[in-house]
């Protein structure tokens, strides 16, 4: 992959982090300044559900950002953008889209393909 193309994707993936961790100090912020004094249980159970829903999404995030921490580092190792079962280059379509990703779109398919299959017959 060129220098330019690298340099492209490398601020894709900090301007991406960044929203990030914008998010997460946000959210951070919100839930600690949120009055919890609610004489109904029904309006704390409402809050409840909502701040734990806001915490699975913030947990995927955090997945997201060690991902996208990786391909930095494959971007610095001279790795980045080659699948990691075949080899291939990865269609810079793709990683677009999904610059964290590791295996080209064939590879992936194929591995939900075989996850379904095991699904199934489980």
């Known amino acids: 992959m060129r220098r330019r193309e690298l340099d492209h994707f490398r601020s894709l993936i900090d301007r991406k982090m960044r929203q990030l961790l914008t998010q997460a100090g946000h959210t951070v912020g919100r839930m600690s300044s949120l009055d919890e004094h609610f ?16 915490l699975r999404i913030r947990d995927r995030e955090r997945k997201l950002i060690l991902k996208l921490k990786d391909a930095l580092n494959r971007i610095e190792a001279g ?7 075949c080899g291939e280059p990865i269609p810079a379509s793709r990683l677009t889209a999904r610059p964290e990703a590791t295996v080209c779109i064939d590879c992936k398919t194929e591995m939900e393909d075989r996850e379904r299959l095991a699904r199934t017959y489980r």
């Open 79 to 85: 790795t980045y953008g080659y699948c990691e079962i």
């Open 39 to 54: 004489p109904d249980p029904t309006d704390r159970a409402n809050l409840e559900s909502d701040r734990n829903f806001t």
